[in-house]
Structure formats: structure tokens, C-alpha cells
């Protein structure tokens, strides 16, 4: 199982090893330097240390989560994409990708082999120009045995914790998209604006994102995407979210059930795979004294795909989804307590 496989299953709650960090100011703000041209050569700053594309690419691989969802989203369709075992179908394809590719008359790509480690020949054979890894966790070597191939992309700052709007600026620049970029992202942002207008009801509303599975129960921070982007809906993150966070705590940490009661907010989201996951967090003694139970202001995302959709989100991935989340979400608040 790959790590990004590990992370999208933590959101639903199944064993997490994955300890990220925030990215990279400094990286962000040369590709956004870059970007502002959209002509080539173009070079990005990485964590491996730069990677100078000599002209636009025509034949373009990705690896890790992201990337190809973005480039499509872009206009630019990979020779190559990874295989997605989480959310995905059986060939590895997420459905938001399968529709966008439907949508603009395109062939499936190439789907690469399910594994950890680059899969070095199947990528060779592509034949790529570039290969576009910004949100993946390559290490070291293996951005050196890819870069014999192509010029790499890697991430900026840290493995697997590429923000999804610096993600699609990365792309936009290796792609010389830069003008397409903004575009998406703006559209995006429209589109989040108008969800937010269209429901008051989450506006000054608490809210904690959670998930539980196989005994442990995990609570996502701030720095978790999936935050964000109920904060940008018009949630604020409930005060007991921080005051429980360990101080190692990344993008997520663990809670005792015996804890549960003092993790206090409006809104509760709790991430489950199946229904039966979702019930069987619900129906639990020990989440019986939460006031959001109590309440019945829990909102239960549930499938794969709903969940990967936004952990994190993609240019592809986040408006997918948007409406069947957002309505969960507004089921829940409708239901809390007036405010004051």
C-alpha cells in the first residue's frame, strides 16, 4: 500500500503512520515568480533542489496524488498516471478523473503499476518530457533515478504535504498553464463563495473534523486541508480541537474515547469508509456523551471516494464532491443549537 494510500484510508479512520508537515514558503514563491510568464524555460524550486523544464511538455507523467488531476484539470491530459487503490476503481482510476477525461472527449491514459516505488520502467516507457511528483513523498534516490528519465517536479517542502492551491500553481508553471491556473483556482474559489452565501447557516458555526476506526480516534487539525475547507465555507474551528491537539500534533492527533466529551463543537464530522463504520461510531457508548451526538449535529461523509475527494482536495477533486458534502454539512448545522 502507498503512503498517499495510507493517508486517504487515516481519513477514514484505518491505521495512520503518515506524520506531515506545513510546506515551504520559499519554494511557493518561485513557482509563483515563474508562473507569472508562462514561458519556458521555466525552473522550480523543490526539496531536492531545482528542476529546469527547457520547453512546454508534451508527454507528461505523474506520480503521487494531485498532479494528474490538476493537469487534466488544466487542459493537459498525462501519458501516465499513477494507480489510486483508495477512491479509485478497479483500474486505479478516481472517478472525478474518469468524468473529466468522458467529458473532454479523452482516452484513458496509461494507469501505472500499484506500488510504493516508482515504477521506474513502466515510466521510462512513457517516454515523458516531464514527471510531475509535487505531492508524493519520492525520496531523495528515487527523484535521482527519475530525473535520469526526465526533469522531476518534487514537492517543495515536505512529503505528502504540498497545499492543494500551491499544487495546481506548480502545475500551471510546469505545464506553461500559468494563465489556466489562476483560472481554476479562481473558479474554485467562486464556487466555495457561493456555497458559503448560499448557506449562513455554517457561518460562525464550530465545527471538528474526526474519524474512527479499529480503536483509535483520530482529530484533524487546522493544517489538515479538509479543515480549510470548512473554514472557507464558513465554519470556524471549534476551540477544543487546539486545546486537545498534542504538542507533536501535525495535521492530525490521536484521542482517548475517554476524551470524547471535552471535544465540544457545533458541527461534528466523522469520516467512515462504509455505513456500517459510520453507525458503529455513532451507536458507541463511548461517543454517547458527546454533545454533537446528543444532538444528532454529526455529519458522516461516507465511501472511498467522498472521502479522498477532499483529503486533500485536487483542481479536479474538491468541486466533485461539493454538493453532496455541503449538504451533509448542512444538515448537521440546521440542526445545532441557535448561536448565543
Known amino acids: 500500500m502507498s503512503r498517499r494510500s495510507t493517508y486517504a484510508l487515516a481519513a477514514a479512520a484505518t491505521a495512520l503512520a503518515l506524520t506531515l508537515s506545513g510546506c515551504s514558503a520559499a519554494p511557493a514563491d518561485s513557482a509563483t515568480d515563474a508562473a ?25 507523467v505523474t506520480w503521487g496524488w494531485g498532479s494528474a488531476d490538476d493537469a487534466i484539470a488544466l487542459g493537459v491530459v498525462p501519458v501516465a498516471i499513477p494507480f489510486q487503490a483508495y477512491g479509485g476503481d478497479e483500474n486505479g482510476v478516481l472517478p472525478w478523473i474518469a468524468d473529466a477525461l468522458e467529458e473532454q472527449g479523452e482516452d484513458l491514459p496509461t494507469v501505472l503499476p500499484d506500488s510504493e516505488e516508482p515504477p521506474y520502467e513502466d515510466i521510462a516507457e512513457a517516454a515523458p518530457d516531464v514527471i ?13 533515478l527519475l530525473s535520469e528519465i526526465a526533469p522531476v517536479v518534487a514537492y517543495p517542502g515536505e512529503p505528502w504535504a504540498t497545499d492543494w492551491r500551491e499544487l495546481v500553481t506548480i502545475t500551471g508553471t510546469a505545464l ?11 473558479g474554485i474559489d467562486a464556487e466555495i463563495a457561493e456555497q458559503a452565501a448560499a448557506h449562513p447557516e455554517f457561518a460562525g458555526r464550530s465545527i471538528a473534523l474526526t474519524s474512527d476506526s479499529g480503536g483509535t480516534f483520530y482529530v484533524y487539525t487546522k493544517d489538515d486541508p479538509r479543515v480549510a475547507f470548512t473554514l472557507d465555507l464558513g465554519f470556524v474551528s471549534a ?3 487546539d486545546a486537545l491537539a498534542t504538542d507533536d500534533a ?8 475517554e476524551q470524547l466529551d471535552q471535544l465540544d463543537s457545533d458541527v461534528l464530522v466523522n469520516f467512515g469508509t462504509t455505513p456500517e463504520e459510520s453507525e458503529a461510531f455513532l451507536s458507541a457508548a463511548y461517543a454517547q456523551p458527546m454533545r454533537q451526538v446528543q444532538n444528532e449535529t454529526v455529519a458522516s461523509p461516507v465511501g472511498a471516494a467522498f472521502i479522498a475527494a477532499v483529503s ?9 464532491g461539493i454538493d453532496d458534502y455541503v449538504a451533509l454539512l448542512s444538515d448537521a448545522a440546521l440542526r445545532a443549537d441557535p448561536i448565543g
Open 36 to 60: 507569472t510568464s508562462g514561458s519556458f524555460p521555466v525552473t522550480i524550486d523543490h526539496a531536492f533542489g531545482e528542476t529546469t523544464i527547457e520547453a512546454q511538455p508534451e508527454r507528461v
Open 132 to 144: 510531475l511528483a509535487a505531492y508524493s513523498g519520492l525520496t531523495e534516490e528515487q527523484y535521482e
Open 176 to 186: 506553461g498553464k500559468t494563465a489556466e491556473a489562476v483560472e481554476l483556482l479562481d
Open 312 to 320: 486533500p482536495p485536487t483542481g479536479l477533486s474538491l468541486t466533485w
Open 250 to 257: 501535525g495535521f492530525y492527533y490521536t484521542l482517548s474515547y
Open 239 to 241: 476551540p477544543s480541537v
